[in-house]
């Protein structure tokens, strides 16, 4: 099953709001929309552990928030409310990023009428992250070579050095790696000025209406009780 | 579509005083396909950027006359105009894909030109048979290797049907049976009436392919031969100019009369190898032995399963197999990068150092001395500069490792990983994309490291360059060792596993 790109958009936008200006039970409501979409996307896996993950930092900031529990009751408390209310936004971004295509992204950006000096760049972000997490991974196993770990002694020593030998390299090659894939596009003959066609159809259908209402509903629901 | 290149001169700086292009004149016939070589440095890359327009749309700098395809100037046109006439392939297949799915991606070009929805999907099957890479279709991206990658890449390019490809280096990542799928690519343009331009360091795939190869020395065309024509003055010829061979099966022949005939004298290090070579007779029983060596992702299919690994000490052995056949995987259990805990735990102890094909992936500090001294003792300054002495880097020792050039920066992460202390290296691919002096260096060096009491592992699939450093070779099949065979008296099997298999 497919959304619509601006449908995800959509979700994006009013998702991540009602998460981090409702209280928790909106939230709630809104998290189980990024659960049901993972499981049709087959990672069924993912979205059990990322409800139960959920389910448990939701409930124990709730049920604890109120309560006097002490400084290291606080501590937990203020976790728990940091995990409730970042990861959500991050699946949700993680579900978008994973299953759009960058031309049907593109696609769905031109029917907004937003011009394609906006569009290219936001496009080229998704195509930059799994790239990012490539390159991170390869300077994670040189360093590891090297005996450089994150949690060690030597690291809480001089945080600072680490987080130079993590990103120096990173920019460096995301930096190359940036060019060439401008190279490679403008070759290609994508520009601001052309209109471009797509293969990929998309437009509205009954999933997408569903999202809609739900997240609307959600919102409705909220703003009638306070 | 003819190319023609009056009188261009083009310098990167805002005088063409230092031009690394000058007085060029150079026409491309329609339909013809032209190779250009020569040094890394020389120009032949600038050239390939002028005929595709990235000189002067994309880059900056200086440009003197001009560059026409057909009737029109390049100067005149848009990056978009062009791209309807001229297709480029580059040399890195991880950075030349814009969308996620192969699909999406043949189609890329054509939606780029607004073309008619239909009219892309016939394209893109069209291309996607006549390429061969059904497999392929509706795949994520990053989940291909490098040579499917570059396939992609190529129909891609194809599916808008321009009348001129352009090809830098194309074959730098890929392993001799995906350059020979490459090889077929060009082929089926060329029958299509194409002009192909290539710019390569490897040429024996284009021997039966090329109308034309250009040598081009500081920016202007030196030489030109007809592949025959290459071919006839000689391997040694060929060497003389930085070349590499034009025919992999006469490699074979001339290496084996010059190990027999003056017990390898390289053209470097002839003394160091006739070292290691009377070292090697003495000590062949030595061995280091690895045992079970096993990684999987899920238990059903291996990605690597081999009971026992045995390597002859302080000598160069090649690992050598197809894509996908777990030589990087065995690469990376060995340095305790992959596999399990109790793995990771034994290869910190007594694991091997590997030198990634990406050497900016692990160079980390300000300077080239942090970086030598970032795995040892901080006051042992004086055993640092010994390691840079023996590396050629001591004048560079203060220099900012990302300032230097590929293959300094590749003797800057070897010396890191000597400096670790491990006593195993593992070499990545560490020739793909040098010119033949270039791989000449990389192999002196490797040799030298030998010597001086290290263990080698190369992953390569450059038979030139195994033919001038290894000893010994591994070939892996499916996750396992299919054969280990001394180097020596074996050049032919060597070259036919790499060909054929």
């Not at chain 1, 409501?29 to 979205?47: D, G």
């Not at chain 2, 440009?63 to 395809?69: E, K, R, Y």
């Not at chain 2, 300032?403 to 670790?420: E, F, N, T």
Request: charged residues 20%.
């Amino acid at each position: 099953m497919k959304l619509d790109p601006r449908t995800k958009l959509f979700l994006t936008i009013a998702g991540n709001s009602v998460i981090l200006s409702a209280p928790v039970i909106y939230g709630a409501m809104i998290v189980v929309l990024p659960a049901v979409l993972l499981v049709l996307e087959k990672r069924w896996r993912f979205s059990l552990l990322f409800s139960f993950l959920y389910a448990i930092s939701a409930f124990s900031f709730d049920y604890l928030k109120t309560m006097d529990v002490g400084l290291a009751g606080t501590l937990f408390v203020s976790t728990m409310m940091l995990v409730s209310h970042v990861m959500p936004i991050s699946v949700i971004f993680y579900y978008v990023m994973t299953t759009t295509k960058v031309n049907e992204f593109m696609a769905g950006m031109s029917k907004m009428h937003i011009p394609n000096k906006v569009t290219i760049p936001l496009a080229v972000m998704i195509r930059f992250f799994p790239t990012v997490f490539d390159e991170a991974r390869d300077i994670g196993n040189a360093m590891r070579m090297r005996g450089i770990r994150l949690f060690s002694l030597r690291t809480l020593k001089n945080p600072l050095a680490i987080l130079e030998y993590r990103f120096i390299p990173l920019l460096v090659s995301l930096t190359k790696i940036g060019d060439e894939l401008s190279v490679a596009a403008t070759t290609r003959g994508l520009s601001p000025e052309t209109r471009r066609s797509c293969i990929v159809k998309i437009g509205f259908h009954v999933q997408d209406v569903i999202v809609f209402v739900y997240c609307i509903a959600v919102i409705v629901i909220f703003s009638l009780r306070n | 579509m003819n190319i023609t290149l009056k009188n261009v001169s083009f310098s990167y700086s805002d005088s063409l005083d230092d031009a690394v292009i000058k007085n060029l004149n150079f026409e491309i016939k329609s339909g013809e396909c032209v190779v250009l070589v020569g040094e890394s440095g020389c120009g032949k890359t600038t050239i390939s950027k002028l005929i595709n327009g990235l000189i002067p749309l994309y880059q900056s700098g200086t440009m003197a006359s001009d560059v026409l395809l057909g009737d029109k100037n390049t100067a005149d046109m848009t990056l978009a105009e062009i791209s309807r006439y001229v297709g480029s392939v580059f040399q890195n297949p991880r950075s030349q894909f814009f969308n996620i799915d192969t699909d999406s991606e043949i189609a890329f070009g054509c939606e780029n030109l607004g073309m008619d929805p239909e009219e892309i999907r016939e394209r893109v099957d069209r291309v996607v048979k006549e390429f061969h890479i059904e497999h392929l279709a509706g795949r994520n991206i990053f989940h291909l290797s490098g040579g499917e990658k570059q396939k992609i890449a190529c129909a891609s390019v194809s599916a808008t049907d321009p009348e001129i490809f352009v090809l830098d280096e194309p074959s730098a990542n890929l392993d001799l049976k995906t350059v020979a799928d490459l090889a077929g690519i060009i082929r089926f343009w060329k029958s299509r009436g194409k002009t192909v331009v290539i710019v390569e360091h490897r040429i024996h795939y284009l021997r039966e392919i090329a109308d034309r190869i250009c040598y081009v020395k500081d920016g202007y065309i030196a030489y030109e031969w007809t592949p025959t024509e290459l071919e006839a003055k000689g391997p040694e010829y060929a060497a003389s100019l930085g070349l590499r061979c034009m025919n992999l099966e006469q490699l074979g022949e001339t290496e084996d009369a010059r190990l027999r005939g003056h017990d390898k004298k390289g053209v470097f290090a002839s003394t160091l190898s006739s070292v290691i070579a009377s070292e090697a007779k003495q000590s062949t029983t030595e061995l280091i032995v690895f045992n079970d060596l096993h990684f999987a992702y899920n238990r059903k299919f291996p990605v690597l399963d081999i009971p026992v690994l045995s390597l002859p000490r302080n000598q160069i052995t090649a690992i050598i197999g197809h894509n996908g056949a777990g030589k990087s995987t065995l690469a990376q259990v060995l340095c305790g990068l992959r596999g399990t805990w109790r793995q990771k735990r034994k290869a910190r102890k007594y694991g091997a150092y590997l030198i990634m094909q990406d050497v900016n992936h692990q160079l980390f500090t300000e300077s080239v001395l942090d970086e030598i001294l970032l795995g040892m003792n901080p006051q042992d300054e004086n055993a640092a500069f010994d390691i840079l002495e023996r590396l050629n880097l001591k004048d560079y020792a203060s220099c900012h490792p990302m300032a230097l050039s590929g293959g300094q920066k590749q003797r800057v992460a070897i010396g890191s990983g000597v400096s670790s202390g491990r006593e195993i290296v593992v070499f990545d691919e560490p020739t793909s994309g040098l010119d033949y002096k270039q791989m000449l260096a990389v192999s002196a060096t490797l040799q030298k490291l030998a010597a001086t009491g290290k263990t080698l592992l190369v992953i390569t699939h450059d038979p030139e360059f195994i033919l001038n450093c290894c000893q010994s070779v591994i070939r892996m099949e499916h996750g396992k060792i299919a054969e280990q065979y001394l180097l020596q008296g074996n050049q032919e099997k060597l070259i036919d596993a790499m060909l054929n298999a």
